[in-house]
T-cell receptor, first 113, second 119 residues
Framework: NAGVTQTPKFRILKIGQSMTLQCTQD?????MYWYRQDPGMGLKLIYY???????DKGEVPNGYNVSRSTTEDFPLRLELAAPSQTSVYFC????????????FGSGTQLSVL | AQTVTQSQPEMSVQEAETVTLSCTYD???????LFWYKQPPSRQMILVIR??????QNATENRFSVNFQKAAKSFSLKISDSQLGDAAMYFC????????????????FGTGTRLQVTL
C-alpha cells in the first residue's frame, strides 16, 4: 500500500543546475499537487493537476514546470536552480478538488548552494 | 485572498493532559473547509480532523476535537489525553468550497504550532 511516493528524499544542487522531483501515486486520484515548505512556514502551492494532460499554476510557480502524462505520475522540474528554491517539497493527491482530504508524500529536502 | 493565522509558535503539554491549539482565518466566502494536519518528525503530513463550514456541529475524531466558531472565524484544535506520539507540528488549513469546474481549490496553510509532550 504505497500511496504517494516521492524521490529523491534529499538532494543538493549547485546554482544553475536542473533536476526533476518525481511523484507517483497508486490511489487512482485525479488531483495531484506540488507544495513547498520553507523553514518556519506553512506549505505553499506550486502547481496542481486535475487529471492527465491538465495542469495549472498555484501560488508560487516561477522557476518550476510540471507535466502530467499519466494519472499516476506528476513530476516537478526545476530549471536553473536558485538558492531561493531551497525548501522541502511535498507531492499530494486527492480524490476531489475541494474539501477532500489530501494524501501527502514524505517530501524531498532540496538544498541549492 | 484567504489567510490562516496560528499565533502560537510552540506549545507544551504534559502526557495525559489536554491542550488547545489556536487558529483564526480570514475569508469572505461562506462555503469552505477547515483542516488540521499533523507533521511528525518523519515529515509526512497527516490529516487529523476536517470541518465543513456549513456544519454547526464540531468535528470529533477520537481524542481530537475542534471548536469551530464561524462568526469569529476561529477553528481551534483540542487534544485530550495527550500522548507522546502527539508531539509534532500542527498546521491549520483552509480550502474554498467554490471553484470553477475543472479546477481545484487551493489549500492555504498557517505557519504551524510545534507541540511538545512531556512526561
Amino acid at each position: 500500500n504505497a500511496g504517494v511516493t516521492q524521490t529523491p528524499k534529499f538532494r543538493i544542487l549547485k546554482i544553475g543546475q536542473s533536476m526533476t522531483l518525481q511523484c507517483t501515486q497508486d490511489m487512482n486520484h485525479n488531483y495531484m499537487y506540488w507544495y513547498r515548505q520553507d523553514p518556519g512556514m506553512g506549505l505553499k502551492l506550486i502547481y496542481y493537476s486535475v487529471g492527465a494532460g491538465i495542469t495549472d499554476k498555484g501560488e508560487v510557480p516561477n522557476g518550476y514546470n510540471v507535466s502530467r502524462s499519466t494519472t499516476e505520475d506528476f513530476p516537478l522540474r526545476l530549471e536553473l536552480a536558485a538558492p531561493s528554491q531551497t525548501s522541502v517539497y511535498f507531492c499530494a493527491t486527492s480524490y476531489g478538488g475541494f474539501g477532500e482530504k489530501l494524501f501527502f508524500g514524505s517530501g524531498t529536502q532540496l538544498s541549492v548552494l | 485572498a484567504q489567510t490562516v493565522t496560528q499565533s502560537q509558535p510552540e506549545m507544551s503539554v504534559q502526557e495525559a493532559e489536554t491542550v488547545t491549539l489556536s487558529c483564526t482565518y480570514d475569508t469572505s466566502e461562506s462555503d469552505y473547509y477547515l483542516f488540521w494536519y499533523k507533521q511528525p518528525p518523519s515529515r509526512q503530513m497527516i490529516l487529523v480532523i476536517r470541518q465543513e463550514a456549513y456544519k454547526q456541529q464540531n468535528a470529533t475524531e477520537n481524542r481530537f476535537s475542534v471548536n469551530f466558531q464561524k462568526a469569529a472565524k476561529s477553528f481551534s484544535l483540542k487534544i485530550s489525553d495527550s500522548q507522546l506520539g502527539d508531539a509534532a507540528m500542527y498546521f491549520c488549513a483552509y480550502r474554498s468550497g467554490l471553484r470553477p469546474a475543472g479546477t481545484a481549490s487551493k489549500l492555504t496553510f498557517g505557519t504551524g504550532t510545534r507541540l511538545q509532550v512531556t512526561l
